[in-house]
């Protein structure tokens, strides 16, 4: 009975070190790598009927920025997100392939030049049940696996709560994130975010520099702060122009 017992708790640790990617896979081992800097290649939209409009808007909305961090933090990584934030400022629909015949049953962004060190995410919704969603990040060197972590929740913001139990410094990372504003601010840590190579946009004057400053500055609030800041300008602006 005793052996019969230490084999089943033998095949359960095994099982659950494979279905977190931890299987011989240490902090040990990730300090030994010659090269540590890691891209974001690969991004999957799975859901059925979905528009590239939809996907994209799915895309700019994902917290790539917040999920990349906290992965780099655990393997004292960098992780190089600039091509994808390219994809996201120039709004560039082409760059989305759609998957499917008679219906769209995925929409992907893939970087242009993966390289031998790759992050890939592979995002599912239930086509007929909204709070059904799955993640899979993987964490590739050349042909090689180096990590998978496969995530189940009911909303988005529930990944990194799913993320303890696979990434012990994640929790860590996430206050570190939201205390220091990381979302709204760059250079951030271990995140390339810029690869120099946006499109050069004249800068615009006056009225116009104004309200894209405005526009821009807006997309950073919730309802509530976006209340506070509508009285706020109107009643400055008021004092100033009278």
Same mark, same amino acid.
């Given at each position: 009975?005793?052996?019969?017992?230490?084999?089943?708790?033998?095949?359960?640790?095994?099982?659950?070190?494979?279905?977190?990617?931890?299987?011989?896979?240490?902090?040990?081992?990730?300090?030994?790598?010659?090269?540590?800097?890691?891209?974001?290649?690969?991004?999957?939209?799975?859901? *059925?009927?979905? /528009? +590239? %409009?939809?996907?994209? @808007?799915?895309?700019? $909305?994902?917290?790539? &920025?917040?999920?990349?961090?906290? #992965?780099?933090?655990?393997?004292?990584?960098?992780?190089?997100?600039?091509?994808?934030?390219?994809?996201?400022?120039?709004?560039?629909?082409?760059?989305?392939?759609?998957?499917?015949?008679?219906?769209?049953?995925?929409?992907?962004?893939?970087?242009?030049?993966?390289?031998?060190?790759?992050?890939?995410?592979?995002?599912?919704?239930?086509?007929?049940?909204?709070?059904?969603?799955?993640?899979?990040?993987?964490?590739?060197?050349?042909?090689?696996?180096?990590?998978?972590?496969?995530?189940?929740?009911?909303?988005?913001?529930?990944?990194?709560?799913?993320?303890?139990?696979? *990434?012990?410094? /994640? +929790? %860590?990372?996430?206050? @570190?994130?939201?205390? $220091?504003?990381?979302? &709204?601010?760059?250079?951030?840590? #271990?995140?390339?975010?810029?690869?120099?190579?946006?499109?050069?946009?004249?800068?615009?004057?006056?009225?116009?520099?104004?309200?894209?400053?405005?526009?821009?500055?807006?997309?950073?609030?919730?309802?509530?702060?976006?209340?506070?800041?509508?009285?706020?300008?109107?009643?400055?602006?008021?004092?100033?122009?009278?």
């Amino acid at each position: 009975m005793k052996n019969r017992i230490l084999k089943i708790s033998a095949f359960i640790l095994i099982t659950l070190s494979l279905l977190s990617g931890c299987l011989f896979n240490t902090k040990e081992d990730w300090d030994k790598l010659p090269d540590r800097k890691f891209c974001l290649s690969e991004f999957h939209f799975v859901l *059925l009927a979905q /528009s +590239k %409009e939809e996907a994209f @808007e799915f895309f700019r $909305k994902f917290p790539v &920025k917040k999920l990349m961090f906290i #992965l780099a933090k655990e393997y004292n990584i960098k992780v190089d997100i600039s091509e994808f934030n390219n994809f996201i400022i120039t709004k560039n629909l082409s760059e989305i392939e759609a998957k499917g015949l008679l219906r769209t049953v995925e929409n992907s962004w893939k970087k242009s030049s993966a390289g031998n060190n790759k992050i890939t995410l592979i995002f599912e919704q239930d086509y007929l049940d909204e709070s059904t969603k799955k993640l899979k990040i993987g964490v590739y060197r050349g042909n090689s696996t180096l990590k998978i972590i496969q995530l189940e929740m009911n909303k988005i913001d529930s990944i990194f709560k799913q993320l303890n139990i696979y *990434l012990p410094s /994640s +929790k %860590e990372s996430l206050v @570190e994130y939201e205390e $220091k504003n990381y979302d &709204k601010i760059s250079p951030i840590p #271990l995140i390339i975010e810029s690869n120099n190579s946006f499109p050069v946009v004249e800068e615009p004057d006056g009225p116009v520099k104004i309200k894209t400053m405005i526009d821009n500055y807006v997309k950073t609030l919730d309802k509530k702060e976006r209340d506070n800041f509508k009285h706020d300008i109107i009643d400055y602006i008021y004092q100033k122009c009278n």
